[in-house]
């Protein structure tokens, strides 16, 4: 059965700093690409960042220069470092495995986790 299970967010000030992490069960976590994906309110889920199993990573044009996605192998976690953080950064974000594209990703897994609230505002 797999758990993904985020954490970190909180409300922060406009440029300001958040580490989110994201620990997932139940999967071959070592050899699958992981992202991170974010909701606003009254918006679709989007892809924010990637990263393969290896360690290449892949940002949404977004959050290229302030975010960066990395993992953990030995604990099956994947974080995703904030800085600069923007008002329009505000959302709930969540961890999946992750189908890589050339652009974007596609998660793999329909079950999401409870995701962790982000809010920058001043």
């Known amino acids: 059965q797999v758990q993904l299970v985020e954490s970190g967010g909180g409300t922060v000030q406009p440029g300001g700093s958040l580490r989110l992490s994201c620990v997932a069960s139940g999967m071959a976590f070592s050899i699958l690409p992981m992202g991170w994906y974010r909701q606003a309110p009254g918006k679709q889920r989007e892809w924010v960042a990637s990263i393969s199993s290896v360690g290449s990573t892949m940002y949404a044009d977004s959050v290229k220069g302030r975010l960066t996605i990395s993992r953990d192998n030995a604990k099956n976690t994947v974080f995703l470092q904030m800085d600069s953080l923007k008002p329009e950064d505000t959302a709930v974000y969540y961890c999946?495995?992750?189908?890589?594209?050339?652009?974007?990703?596609?998660?793999?897994?329909?079950?999401w986790g409870q995701g962790t609230q982000v809010t920058v505002s001043s």
């Open positions: 999946n495995a992750v189908r890589l594209k050339s652009t974007g990703s596609i998660p793999v897994y329909d079950d």
